[in-house]
């Protein structure tokens, strides 16, 4: 599921039951970052008591209906884009579900929060893209261990799609600190 590292979606390896399915992932990130999760900066931008109605799919389309609290407290455009985010985010980390259809009590959303953030269709990572960092690197995860050769996958929106990578050790000290390109 992606929580919040500063201002940008961050994912967070987490185990649900299986089947590992979007609902359960959804559910999970509805109840906020774990301890561990906290102590490594995590946070969220979703109320907290916000509960998860039906979640389906169809046609590569997680239609996903949140209790009406997805919606209270306000806030800025910035942490309300942000709410919407993490939600795609981890609904669209499974392979079906390339895109989001809010609900909120069982009525599709058309305009979001205060600011009136207009979400007249499905939003996908794209529509938020200015939230993710650059990389987004979804494997290996903060607390996986890793091997020798360590593989590294995500997306990268960057110029020249050139970046650097560094890879630290529970301790801090750094392990890998290489140039990378994305291809």
Not at 50 to 61: A, D, E, I, M, Q
Not at 106 to 120: A, D, E, Q, R, T
Request: charged share 20%; with cysteine.
């Amino acid at each position: 599921m992606y929580f919040l590292h500063g201002e940008q979606v961050s994912p967070a390896p987490r185990t649900v039951t299986a089947p590992a399915t979007a609902t359960a992932a959804v559910r999970a990130l509805l109840n906020g970052p774990s301890r561990s999760e906290r102590d490594r900066s995590r946070t969220t931008a979703i109320p907290c008591g916000t509960k998860l109605r039906p979640l389906s799919v169809r046609n590569h389309v997680a239609t996903v209906d949140l209790s009406g609290r997805y919606d209270d407290g306000g806030g800025s455009s910035l942490s309300m884009r942000a709410r919407l985010a993490q939600v795609v985010f981890t609904a669209t980390r499974f392979a079906t579900n390339h895109s989001v259809r809010f609900e909120l009590d069982g009525k599709p959303v058309k305009h979001f929060g205060g600011g009136g953030i207009v979400l007249n269709g499905p939003v996908g990572r794209a529509d938020f893209k200015d939230l993710a960092p650059a990389p987004l690197v979804e494997s290996p995860l903060i607390g996986d261990t890793v091997r020798t050769p360590v593989r590294v996958w995500g997306s990268a929106d960057t110029v020249e799609a050139v970046f650097r990578l560094k890879i630290t050790d529970t301790a801090g000290h750094t392990a890998a600190d290489v140039r990378v390109t994305s291809g």
